[in-house]
């Protein structure tokens, strides 16, 4: 991809970071610099609503964590992550269809947005699950890590402490990534960096 010639297919690229890193931020920068963007958090909300998914974690976890009939994201991140082994199963029920949606979701956008600047997903848990040989490039970013728990603590998640356990640290992400920003400034200055990237993708 990076030949000196300018590629005429958007480049694929994974979007990870840390809680509180500024993800879903750099997602909307992207899209405002002309990127097509998803975010895979929002890919498995959308599985949460679904038949078959909920019935599944009903199942497994009791009615309790989705009272009248809608997932409770909050009860249900304290019992999946109570234990490896229901952490362990919900993965393994979420990530293949997530994988799934997000290739249809490619294939799609190629189709329809074939001028796009890349196709960004936003996935969190992206080394944690294999899934960075799936794309051309990726994308972390880094935060100061009291920024971070404000910014945790101020959204309301669930469990953060079990959440960051089964996560590389910031510094194991940056070191695996094809490119690093470090989020520590302003949004015009998150887009700048983001926007060089983007640059530098497309020759």
């Known amino acids: 991809m990076w030949g000196g010639t ?3 297919v958007p480049p694929f690229i994974a979007l990870t970071g840390g809680i509180g890193s500024g993800k879903s ?3 909307a920068a992207l899209e405002r610099l002309g990127a097509a963007t998803i975010s895979s958090d929002a890919v498995v909300h959308r599985l949460y609503g679904t038949d078959a998914v909920r019935a599944a974690v009903v199942a497994q976890f009791g009615p ?9 994201r909050g009860a ?5 992550f109570a234990t ?8 393994q029920l979420l990530w293949p269809r997530v994988r799934q949606e997000v290739s249809d979701w490619r294939a ?11 196709l960004v997903v ?3 848990l992206l080394f944690e699950a294999g899934g960075e040989h799936h794309y051309d490039a990726t994308i972390a970013v880094i935060a100061d890590e009291q920024v971070r728990a404000r910014r945790a603590s101020s959204r309301g998640h669930q469990a953060v402490a079990e959440r960051e356990s089964r996560q590389l640290s910031q510094e194991e992400k940056a070191s695996l990534s094809t490119f690093v920003v470090v989020n520590d400034g302003t949004v015009d200055e998150l887009e700048h960096k983001l926007s060089e990237i983007l640059a530098m993708l497309r020759v």
């Open 108 to 118: 799609r956008t190629l189709h329809e947005r074939p001028e796009s600047r890349a």
């Open 25 to 27: 931020t750099a997602l």
């Open 76 to 80: 249900l991140a304290v019992r999946a």
């Open 84 to 91: 490896v082994e229901n952490r362990l199963w919900l993965e």
């Open 64 to 72: 309790e964590v989705a009272p009248d009939g809608v997932i409770d």
């Open 122 to 124: 936003e996935v969190p």
């Open 6 to 8: 300018v590629s005429t």
